[in-house]
């Protein structure tokens, strides 16, 4: 007992020799200023082949937006947007993507994605690359007519399920094969005899102004409503008593909040640039019995793309590592604004997300997180394992 005692004031005399440090610091109070929602920002784009677009193209750009709100809405799942655009293709070469956009929606028109798509076999995909799993994401669907692949607006809610889930932090076998077993049910349902249970795989999203109703996938149902930084397992309590002095209750909680008042400031120095990604997750690995810091997952790899292949065919998923792309159908992913920035090898170091970035910073401001959310975020943190 002796030796677990002296173990937790050891720990605690490192954060206090730590905070001593950070106290001498300046932090400029505006260094970290953040949107306190963070909530993930969106933007469709409807890509045309001509030099302008025509009032069809602007019509569907803002029908396929209005969608893609409701779906949202099914799963609870908050988000902010940019207004929808339509642009000819050769515009879009020259698009800057916003800095604060997580996750952009391209529409071909039928031009474009009957070459492009249809013609590799593909009637959408779900693209994302980087070690931050809650930016750069893209979806690609065609305005196409529906003959051979599933309905465009099927198709795009199929790709918002794969992007929902994989943001969220569920594993592969949701991410992938439940919602792919999904579209390939629909597809037996709509080509095949209507059974009993096809009923359970769709459902439907009233618009308000550039639609009426639409049939859309349903959603996975352990995804509604759930939070980026909620668990599954495990309460902030535990990670507490884990890393504190063993002892009376009295002791325990003292110790705790001593801790936590010691990480608060070791969070500041962080955000101020005092101490680097890789090495404040080895401070936050303490506070979660991970001492190595490690943020590795062997749930799914930081780069993966999925795709909608055509009705009646299981579609075609491929999740791969850092630098793998070259392996893939070159021409889809021409257009994807996100992998120049985002294929650097990362071995070696950690790069902590924005989300997490910005409910620390609100947390070392006493605002927004309380303790308790402030520890389940780094055990979301290394659950869903921020590349290493």
Same mark, same amino acid.
């Given at each position: 007992?002796?030796?677990?005692?002296?173990? =937790? +004031?050891?720990?605690?005399?490192?954060?206090?020799?730590?905070?001593?440090?950070?106290?001498?610091? $300046?932090?400029? !109070?505006?260094?970290?200023?953040?949107?306190?929602?963070?909530?993930?920002?969106?933007?469709?784009?409807?890509?045309?082949?001509?030099? /302008?677009?025509?009032?069809?193209?602007?019509? +569907?750009?803002? !029908?396929?937006?209005?969608? *893609?709100?409701?779906?949202?809405?099914?799963?609870?799942?908050?988000?902010?947007?940019?207004?929808?655009?339509? +642009?000819? %293709?050769?515009?879009?070469?020259?698009?800057?993507?916003?800095?604060?956009?997580?996750?952009?929606?391209?529409?071909?028109?039928?031009?474009? /994605?009957?070459?492009?798509?249809? =013609?590799?076999?593909?009637? =959408?995909?779900?693209?994302?690359?980087?070690?931050?799993?809650?930016?750069?994401?893209?979806?690609?669907?065609?305005?196409?007519?529906?003959?051979?692949?599933?309905?465009?607006?099927?198709?795009?809610?199929?790709?918002?399920?794969?992007?929902?889930?994989?943001?969220?932090?569920?594993?592969?076998?949701?991410?992938?094969?439940?919602?792919?077993?999904?579209?390939?049910?629909?597809?037996?349902?709509?080509?095949?005899?209507?059974?009993?249970?096809?009923?359970?795989?769709?459902?439907?999203?009233? =618009?308000?102004?550039?639609?009426?109703?639409?049939?859309?996938?349903?959603?996975?149902?352990?995804?509604?409503?759930?939070?980026?930084?909620?668990?599954?397992?495990?309460?902030?309590?535990?990670?507490? *008593?884990?890393?504190?002095?063993?002892?009376?209750?009295?002791?325990?909680?003292? @110790?705790?909040?001593?801790? +936590?008042?010691?990480?608060?400031?070791?969070?500041?120095? $962080?955000?101020?640039?005092?101490?680097? %990604?890789?090495?404040?997750?080895?401070?936050?690995?303490?506070?979660?019995?991970?001492? /190595?810091?490690?943020?590795?997952?062997?749930?799914?790899?930081?780069?993966?793309?999925?795709?909608?292949?055509?009705?009646?065919?299981?579609?075609?998923?491929?999740?791969?590592?850092?630098?793998?792309?070259?392996?893939?159908?070159?021409?889809?992913?021409?257009?994807?604004?996100?992998? @120049?920035?985002? *294929?650097?090898?990362? @071995?070696? *170091?950690?790069?902590?997300?924005?989300?997490?970035?910005?409910?620390?910073?609100?947390?070392?401001?006493?605002?927004?997180?309380? %303790?308790?959310?402030?520890?389940?975020?780094?055990?979301?943190?290394?659950?869903?394992?921020?590349?290493?």
């Amino acid at each position: 007992m002796k030796n677990v005692a002296s173990a =937790g +004031m050891m720990r605690i005399a490192v954060f206090a020799f730590l905070a001593v440090l950070v106290l001498t610091l $300046w932090v400029p !109070a505006n260094s970290y200023a953040m949107d306190k929602s963070e909530k993930m920002r969106w933007q469709l784009i409807f890509l045309s082949p001509y030099s /302008g677009c025509t009032n069809y193209q602007y019509q +569907m750009a803002n !029908a396929y937006d209005e969608i *893609t709100s409701k779906y949202f809405e099914l799963y609870k799942f908050e988000n902010s947007k940019y207004q929808p655009q339509c +642009m000819p %293709d050769k515009k879009y070469t020259h698009y800057q993507v916003p800095d604060d956009l997580d996750l952009i929606i391209l529409v071909y028109d039928n031009e474009i /994605g009957k070459r492009e798509l249809h =013609g590799n076999d593909v009637g =959408g995909l779900y693209n994302h690359i980087g070690a931050d799993k809650t930016r750069d994401h893209t979806i690609i669907i065609c305005d196409c007519s529906n003959f051979g692949f599933s309905d465009p607006v099927w198709i795009l809610s199929h790709e918002l399920s794969h992007f929902i889930t994989y943001y969220l932090g569920f594993d592969q076998s949701v991410v992938e094969d439940k919602i792919h077993s999904l579209g390939y049910k629909y597809d037996q349902c709509i080509e095949g005899s209507w059974e009993a249970t096809c009923s359970s795989v769709l459902t439907h999203v009233y =618009g308000d102004h550039y639609f009426t109703k639409a049939t859309v996938m349903a959603p996975y149902e352990p995804a509604i409503g759930k939070k980026l930084f909620a668990l599954e397992n495990g309460t902030a309590n535990d990670a507490i *008593t884990s890393d504190t002095v063993a002892g009376d209750a009295s002791e325990s909680v003292a @110790s705790s909040q001593l801790v +936590m008042s010691m990480q608060k400031e070791i969070t500041k120095w $962080w955000l101020a640039g005092k101490i680097n %990604d890789t090495d404040y997750t080895k401070v936050l690995g303490y506070m979660v019995d991970k001492p /190595g810091g490690m943020m590795t997952s062997d749930k799914l790899p930081p780069n993966v793309i999925l795709f909608d292949g055509p009705d009646g065919i299981k579609e075609n998923a491929t999740f791969y590592d850092t630098g793998s792309e070259q392996k893939l159908k070159g021409s889809l992913l021409n257009r994807i604004p996100f992998k @120049s920035e985002n *294929t650097t090898d990362l @071995s070696g *170091t950690i790069q902590i997300p924005q989300w997490f970035k910005s409910k620390a910073y609100w947390w070392s401001q006493d605002q927004v997180w309380s %303790d308790k959310d402030f520890l389940n975020g780094i055990k979301q943190l290394f659950n869903i394992g921020i590349g290493k």
